[in-house]
């Protein structure tokens, strides 16, 4: 069944209007800085400018291609020809200026604007099917191939931004189509920003390194952090990062589908509160990646519902002590019946870089 079919399951429209870059690609399997996509329940077309034709021509198969060269006469086109009366917008990514236009050509029209295409997608989008299972399979593996390559350059006196650079670099090396996200690479004092950005410092003996980055493939993302000593961890340093794994692993050990998000964020929040690091655990458990590195669902305290089988859920409990030094250990898991799948293998025991 194509994603659109599935689509229509989940909305009952007479057109779906799909503009944004990501869900457009998601339908199209078509990467594209522009372009429209005109779903209906009986055909789905996508209109793309010359630039990119001649491939949307050769890749796109569950959708009729039409080379874009007036937008809205086009589109009044195929609305006509599908005799629609109503056509339901992407509310999260349309802008008002974006509506606008639509509404002030398409007098005859009527735009819904309500968060039911939105919301409709980003069910779909959130359980994975076995070819986007793969693509994040194989990002993950580039992001820890390169992790495993760089763990030498990493001694005292390089800088936080020499190994962000030596990081990307090996990113693409290993074949990442891009970054996942401005990689994080911060040491001593400034690991206790959770997402601070790469400076100028030099690392120094007996501080730990923390890296959160990810690679892009195929469109989809990974997502790790991992937090190393360069040289001997203090014991108080030992004490936080045994915390912070004891956190992550029972919270891996619980992960399943049917948790409900919050649920699972409590169940490392309370091993750090008990710890006496409570206030120091500000952000949430996780988040699921996919298309886009923060994307539904959430494991976090705020969210109610159910985790769903097939759903990639990172789990990242942290503990960061302001003026001092932060740890976070990241991995990120396949929710199934009866417990995940980690899609993480790199090592988790804090290893001391001599």
Same mark, same amino acid.
């Given at each position: 069944?194509?994603?659109? *079919?599935?689509?229509?399951?989940?909305?009952?429209?007479?057109?779906?209007?799909?503009?944004?870059?990501?869900?457009?690609? $998601?339908?199209?399997?078509?990467?594209?800085? #522009?372009?429209?996509?005109? /779903?209906?329940?009986?055909? /789905?077309?996508?209109?793309?400018? +010359?630039?990119?034709?001649?491939?949307?021509?050769?890749? &796109?198969?569950?959708?009729?291609?039409?080379?874009?060269?007036?937008?809205?006469?086009?589109?009044?086109?195929?609305?006509?020809?599908?005799? &629609?009366?109503?056509?339901?917008?992407?509310?999260?990514?349309?802008?008002?200026?974006?509506?606008?236009?639509?509404?002030? +050509?398409?007098?005859?029209?009527?735009?819904?604007?309500?968060?039911?295409?939105?919301?409709?997608i980003k069910k779909l989008r959130m359980t994975k099917d076995d070819i986007e299972l #793969?693509?994040?399979?194989?990002?993950?593996?580039?992001?820890?191939?390169? +992790?495993? %390559?760089?763990?030498? +350059?990493?001694?005292? !006196?390089?800088?936080?931004?020499?190994?962000?650079?030596?990081?990307?670099?090996?990113?693409?090396?290993?074949?990442?189509?891009? @970054?996942?996200?401005?990689?994080?690479?911060?040491? !001593?004092?400034?690991?206790?920003?959770?997402?601070?950005?790469?400076?100028? *410092?030099?690392?120094?003996?007996?501080?730990?390194?923390?890296?959160?980055? !990810?690679? &892009?493939?195929?469109? $989809?993302?990974?997502?790790?952090?991992?937090t190393v000593c360069v040289g001997e961890p203090t014991d108080e340093m030992k004490r936080?990062?045994?915390?912070?794994?004891? #956190?992550?692993?029972?919270?891996?050990? #619980?992960?399943?589908?049917?948790?409900?998000?919050?649920?699972?964020?409590?169940?490392?929040?309370?091993?750090?509160?008990?710890?006496? $690091?409570? %206030?120091?655990?500000?952000?949430?458990?996780?988040?699921?990646?996919?298309?886009?590195?923060? %994307?539904?669902?959430?494991?976090?305290?705020?969210? *109610?519902?159910? @985790?769903?089988?097939?759903?990639?859920?990172?789990?990242?409990? !942290?503990?960061?002590?302001?003026?001092?030094?932060? &740890?976070?250990?990241?991995?990120?898991?396949?929710?199934?019946?009866?417990?995940?799948?980690?899609?993480? =293998?790199?090592? =988790?025991?804090?290893?001391?870089?001599?």
């Open positions: 069944m194509t994603r659109f *079919k599935k689509l229509f399951r989940e909305i009952k429209t007479e057109c779906a209007l799909i503009t944004s870059d990501i869900n457009r690609r $998601y339908f199209t399997g078509m990467k594209s800085s #522009a372009g429209i996509v005109l /779903a209906f329940p009986e055909k /789905a077309y996508l209109l793309i400018d +010359f630039r990119y034709i001649e491939k949307a021509r050769r890749i &796109v198969n569950d959708a009729e291609v039409i080379e874009l060269k007036k937008l809205y006469p086009q589109v009044n086109e195929l609305l006509k020809k599908h005799s &629609v009366s109503k056509v339901s917008i992407e509310s999260e990514t349309m802008t008002v200026k974006q509506l606008s236009g639509y509404r002030h +050509f398409f007098h005859d029209v009527e735009f819904d604007d309500s968060d039911a295409l939105s919301n409709a #793969a693509y994040i399979k194989k990002a993950q593996e580039i992001a820890e191939s390169a +992790f495993d %390559e760089l763990l030498p +350059f990493i001694k005292t !006196g390089v800088t936080e931004r020499e190994i962000a650079l030596e990081l990307n670099r090996l990113l693409f090396l290993h074949g990442a189509e891009d @970054l996942s996200f401005d990689t994080i690479v911060l040491s !001593g004092s400034n690991t206790s920003m959770p997402h601070g950005v790469p400076s100028d *410092k030099k690392v120094e003996n007996g501080e730990f390194v923390l890296m959160d980055f !990810g690679a &892009v493939w195929n469109g $989809y993302h990974s997502d790790m952090t991992r936080v990062y045994n915390i912070v794994l004891e #956190a992550q692993l029972a919270a891996l050990q #619980a992960a399943k589908a049917g948790i409900k998000g919050c649920d699972l964020d409590k169940i490392s929040r309370d091993i750090i509160e008990k710890a006496g $690091y409570g %206030e120091y655990f500000g952000h949430s458990l996780g988040h699921g990646v996919g298309m886009e590195i923060h %994307e539904s669902p959430n494991a976090s305290a705020s969210y *109610k519902l159910p @985790l769903t089988e097939g759903t990639v859920v990172t789990v990242e409990p !942290g503990i960061y002590l302001a003026g001092k030094f932060g &740890v976070r250990i990241e991995d990120f898991v396949i929710l199934t019946e009866n417990g995940c799948k980690n899609l993480t =293998k790199s090592a =988790k025991n804090l290893i001391s870089l001599h």
